[in-house]
């Protein structure tokens, strides 16, 4: 962007344009205005411009429309809520997977036991196999073929 | 009698109630700002059913943003600077720089104008030659580089003023000042290649 600085007179015409100088200085600017066709042009040129710009200024919306936007607005609020919520979902759902984590490992304070320890096998089972696998640790594992209601 | 006229509540109050999750409090803010916004959505993107859709989504993004704002500056220019931000991302969706040069083009060679004429005795609609006169002041509009262009319309159509132009872009008054300046030398540049009658 090639845009060097602004004169004094470019910043004071333009600030007296959009109505942003004080009593004193809008004073100095009519008074240059006065004895200066060219500094008159420029403002003129200005205010073509801001009366081109106009004829492009949308229509206001209807109250309508604003109470269409508001039913959307309204519902799409209650899917995000303010973020402040977020950071307390983000900490609940911490808490919540610690929780699950401490239950599924140690429920009610008792620690898991895969270990059962088998007193007696009921024989009127169809079959059953004792496994004792190198690769499980040394468990043994029972499989039973219960056969017996289908058979009756 | 003395009338005892009750204050509505000032921003600062209904955007804490907001916080809190009073939706009557963020409605009354909707209610003081939507118009505005919409103003502000329509002169930049020009479709009022898109500006329509930028007002939904500023007032959503700022309900869910409300944690973070510091009330440093005020709601409503925080709330354009959002709503900038959504017509911004809008129009990067929307639109080319291709489609624009091509506009840029067919309108520097004078394609197009000859359909926009001055009202005469023999076709005096002066409501049709302003809306058409419009469109290309628009499109004139569209032309220019986005930095420029937001400037223009927040002064000229949206009626700012410097101080609030600054907080809403976060720019310094000199380049705010700096930017309408060539923004508006730039756009009468335009006008006069496009032989825009005054």
Redesign the interface.
């Known amino acids: 962007m090639n845009e060097k600085q602004l004169s004094e007179h470019e910043v004071l015409f333009q600030r007296y344009h959009d109505g942003e100088l004080d009593d004193a200085s809008r004073e100095k600017v009519e008074s240059l205005l006065a004895g200066n066709e060219k500094y008159r042009g420029s403002l003129r040129s200005y205010e073509r411009l801001s009366a081109l710009l106009e004829l492009t200024a949308p229509e206001a919306s209807d109250e309508l429309a604003g109470r269409r936007d508001w039913e959307k607005i309204a519902s799409g609020l209650e899917s995000t809520g303010p973020r402040k919520s977020r950071k307390t979902t983000y900490w609940l759902g911490l808490a919540a997977a610690a929780a699950l984590f401490i239950f599924l490992y140690y429920p009610f304070g008792t620690p898991i036991n895969n270990e059962t320890m088998v007193e007696s096998i009921d024989c009127t089972y169809d079959s059953f196999l004792l496994l004792h696998p190198s690769s499980d640790g040394g468990h043994t594992i029972i499989w039973i073929n219960d056969h017996s209601s289908v058979r009756n | 009698m003395t009338q005892i006229k009750a204050q509505p509540p000032d921003d600062r109050k209904l955007v804490e109630q907001?916080?809190s999750?009073s939706?009557a409090a963020?409605?009354s803010l909707?209610?003081r700002y939507?118009?505005k916004i919409?103003?502000l959505a329509?002169?930049m993107v020009g479709s009022?059913d898109d500006?329509?859709d930028i007002?939904?989504q500023t007032?959503?993004r700022a309900?869910?943003?409300?944690?973070?704002f510091k009330q440093q500056s005020s709601f409503y220019t925080w709330l354009y600077r959002i709503a900038l931000n959504a017509t911004t991302d809008y129009r990067r969706k929307q639109s080319t720089k291709l489609e624009k040069e091509a506009v840029r083009d067919r309108l520097d060679h004078g394609q197009g104008l000859e359909k926009i004429a001055a009202p005469t005795e023999q076709a005096p609609d002066e409501r049709l030659y302003?809306k058409e006169?419009?469109e290309v002041?628009?499109k004139a509009?569209d032309t220019l580089?986005q930095?420029h262009r937001e400037i223009?319309i927040l002064?000229?159509?949206n009626g700012l003023?410097?101080t609030e132009i600054t907080e809403i872009t976060g720019l310094e008054p000199g380049t705010v000042?700096?930017?309408?300046?060539?923004a508006?030398k730039n756009?009468?540049e335009t006008?006069r290649r496009w032989k825009?009658p005054?």
């Open positions: 907001a916080r999750g939706q963020f409605r909707f209610e939507h118009a919409y103003r329509a002169s009022s500006a329509h007002v939904q007032f959503i309900f869910s943003s409300l944690d973070g302003r006169l419009a002041i628009r509009v580089g930095e223009l002064r000229e159509i003023s410097y000042m700096s930017r309408l300046h060539y508006r756009l009468a006008l825009i005054d």
